[in-house]
């Protein structure tokens, strides 16, 4: 990296650090929506959220719910940008004692009430000691926080990595420490075009997660290039801003909070959905989803129903840790082709005429 551009990333990262622990004191602090959402979290998180300390809930200022809602207990969780630690003490009951939740955040102000509360936190939920800890350092790099490869099985993020100024970093290090068949769920803020340099060197759209977002499309292909080789969308809804101001300095800009999980599965997804002619009987036994389970958006499958996969989604089920919940069916002996559940067919006009269309001549 050049001069500049490190004095650049250092400047982005010292006004971001004073607008999260200077500027914003509270959650009501922010000027926008876009580090909010309406959703209302599910009964089991409701009570979870209960628990965790009043200082710590009024530093919150994710975008999303980042908690998978199946299958965490005893598992090793990070948590990118955790701020006040809000989602880590959520993951601390949902992995239990046996379980491990790490937070890495780069601003003083919010890591320190997070550090604060450890041990108040494992008295209230009944543990013989804190299972979370908390490290001082910066998102796009976890080796200096001393976080070696392929030691946790899902790491999490609340609408930080587009506070980052090197997302690939980010990316590439989340990847690096994940153990293979693990995954990063996350939701963070996306645009529906390329941001304007005048937009993204503002400090105040940048702190209100607006202008350091990616563009959707730029993600996709990122994420592809740092080995999470299928991202799967789980959910999305517009962001309305609610402040005059900056929604005329943005214009035509939309955007979105979406929630991703990308797997890690190295050699193993294509980069399309393929048919093998496989599936998959889910067993109904992820507790809360008894009746059916959600892998993402495209993605609802039923108890005891035979229900047909593409190549990658077979492979994020049978080499995960989702494998105990189902039982698999065929192997990837033979291809059929595109898997029709994936919206493509074949590309040739020709294949059209076969089907009983009408000639035409170029």
């Known amino acids: 990296m050049n001069g500049n551009g490190a004095q650049k990333r250092q400047k982005v990262q010292d006004e971001v650090k004073e607008y999260y622990g200077e500027t914003?004191?509270?959650?009501?602090?922010?000027?926008?929506?876009?580090?909010?959402?309406?959703?209302?979290?599910?009964?089991?998180?409701?009570?979870?959220?209960?628990?965790?300390?009043?200082?710590v809930i009024a530093k919150?200022?994710?975008?999303?719910?980042?908690?998978?809602?199946?299958?965490?207990?005893?598992?090793?969780?990070?948590?990118?940008?955790?701020?006040?630690?809000?989602?880590?003490?959520l993951l601390?009951?949902?992995?239990?004692?046996?379980?491990?939740?790490?937070?890495?955040?780069?601003?003083?102000?919010?890591?320190?009430?997070?550090?604060?509360?450890?041990?108040?936190?494992?008295?209230?939920?009944g543990h013989a000691k804190s299972n979370t800890e908390f490290k001082d350092g910066v998102i796009e790099d976890l080796a200096a926080c001393g976080l070696p490869d392929a030691s946790f099985d899902v790491i999490v993020s609340n609408c930080v990595v587009n506070l980052s100024t090197d997302k690939r970093a980010v990316l590439t290090e989340a990847c690096r420490v994940l153990k293979e068949g693990g995954e990063l769920y996350f939701s963070d803020v996306y645009a529906s075009r390329r941001m304007p340099a005048e937009l993204a060197a503002d400090p105040v759209l940048y702190g209100e997660c607006l202008s350091g977002a990616?563009?959707?499309?730029?993600?996709?292909?990122?994420?592809?290039?740092?080995?999470?080789?299928?991202?799967?969308?789980?959910?999305?809804?517009?962001?309305?801003?609610?402040?005059?101001?900056?929604?005329e300095r943005v214009g035509q800009i939309k955007f979105y909070?979406?929630?991703?999980?990308?797997?890690?599965?190295?050699?193993?997804?294509?980069?399309?959905?393929?048919d093998y002619g496989q599936a998959v009987v889910y067993k109904g036994t992820i507790a809360g989803h008894e009746s059916g389970w959600r892998l993402d958006g495209h993605h609802f499958?039923?108890?005891?129903?035979?229900?047909p996969v593409c190549g990658n989604t077979y492979h994020m089920l049978h080499d995960t840790r989702f494998a105990p919940?189902?039982?698999?069916?065929?192997?990837?002996?033979?291809h059929y082709g595109i898997f029709d559940g994936c919206g493509k067919s074949v590309p040739f006009g020709s294949a059209e005429t076969a089907k009983g269309g009408g000639g035409s001549c170029c």
Request: net charge negative; with cysteine; proline share 6%.
């Open 24 to 55: 914003l004191k509270v959650t009501e602090d922010l000027k926008t929506n876009a580090c909010c959402t309406g959703a209302a979290p599910p009964p089991k998180i409701r009570k979870a959220l209960a628990k965790i300390h009043p200082d």
């Open 60 to 89: 919150y200022y994710g975008c999303g719910l980042t908690i998978p809602d199946d299958d965490l207990a005893g598992l090793s969780v990070l948590d990118l940008g955790c701020g006040a630690g809000r989602d880590c003490y």
């Open 92 to 125: 601390s009951q949902l992995v239990g004692e046996k379980g491990r939740v790490v937070g890495v955040d780069m601003t003083p102000a919010q890591i320190n009430v997070a550090k604060q509360q450890r041990e108040w936190h494992a008295q209230k939920f």
């Open 214 to 247: 990616l563009y959707w499309n730029d993600f996709l292909h990122l994420a592809r290039a740092c080995g999470f080789d299928d991202p799967r969308l789980v959910e999305d809804a517009p962001i309305t801003i609610e402040n005059k101001d900056i929604e």
């Open 257 to 274: 909070s979406a929630t991703y999980r990308l797997f890690k599965l190295p050699g193993k997804l294509e980069p399309d959905c393929e």
């Open 301 to 307: 499958i039923e108890k005891g129903k035979v229900f």
């Open 325 to 334: 919940h189902f039982d698999f069916i065929g192997d990837m002996s033979t």
